[in-house]
């Protein structure tokens, strides 16, 4: 089984200031790593994915994440927010064997709150 | 395309009362599911469907019951609601690949609340 571990629910961060938020998996078989984001009373949006290749994966809104299998970590950053990134984020892991079902196991969500 | 629908956005019910959360989609998509969200759990899975007429449970099914009969539409009913059902709950929906992973749509979410 797998699991997800964000262990910050919280970042602060003035705008135009780099971020970075945490994700930590935990799968005794491949994964594919997802961030999503939830901005405020909406669903979520596929926000960047890994599903093999480059390490380094980006958005079309400045985020990236890379994976990292020997840790286990899956981090977003973005080196200067906007106020418009203010949201939820969410970490997901989805395992390369269930592939036909597309399950997804999230991770609690960080709120990434950007200040003036 | 609507994408994912889903109705209604809010609704309040009483405790030992039933209803059926609505979602449907017309991507034809064979994968749908079912999530609750709650503060400080992320997203949790209910049920989810692979296709028409084929359900399975997922982390959180207890209390809750699904059936495919279209290909489009995916309800979710509660049929004795309790205050630990009061939750946003989210329905998703994808094409189903047995060798790649589908990028899965969500809808905007239901708001219920039991008291």
């Known amino acids: 089984a797998q699991s997800v571990t964000q262990l910050d629910s919280q970042v602060p961060v003035f705008e135009e200031a780099p971020v970075e938020l945490r994700c930590n998996y935990s799968s005794s078989v491949s994964v594919y790593l997802f961030w999503y984001v939830q901005y405020p009373n909406q669903g979520l949006q596929l926000l960047l994915k890994y599903l093999s290749g480059s390490t380094l994966v980006e958005s079309i809104n400045g985020f990236e994440a890379e994976f990292n299998k020997s840790q286990t970590s899956f981090h977003l950053r973005k080196p200067s927010v906007h106020i418009s990134d203010t949201a939820e984020y969410f970490c997901?892991?989805?395992?390369?064997?269930?592939?036909?079902?597309?399950?997804?196991?999230f991770g609690t969500g960080t709120l990434l709150a950007v200040q003036p | 395309n609507a994408g994912v629908t889903q109705t209604p956005k809010f609704q309040v019910l009483k405790t030992g009362q039933s209803m059926t959360l609505q979602c449907a989609q017309d991507?034809?998509?064979?994968?749908m599911s079912w999530y609750r969200q709650d503060p400080g759990m992320g997203l949790r899975l209910i049920h989810y469907?692979?296709?028409?007429?084929?359900?399975d449970q997922g982390e959180v099914p207890n209390g809750y019951n699904v059936s495919r009969s279209t290909t489009e539409d995916f309800p979710l009913r509660l049929l004795s609601a309790a205050p630990s059902q009061t939750s946003v709950y989210f329905c998703?929906?994808?094409?189903?690949?047995?060798?790649?992973?589908?990028?899965?749509?969500f809808g905007p979410g239901t708001r219920l609340t039991v008291l």
């Open positions: 469907s692979v296709g028409a007429g084929i359900t």
């Open positions: 997901a892991v989805s395992d390369q064997v269930s592939g036909a079902t597309n399950k997804l196991i």
């Open positions: 998703a929906s994808s094409y189903s690949g047995l060798s790649s992973y589908n990028e899965q749509f």
């Open positions: 991507m034809n998509h064979e994968y």
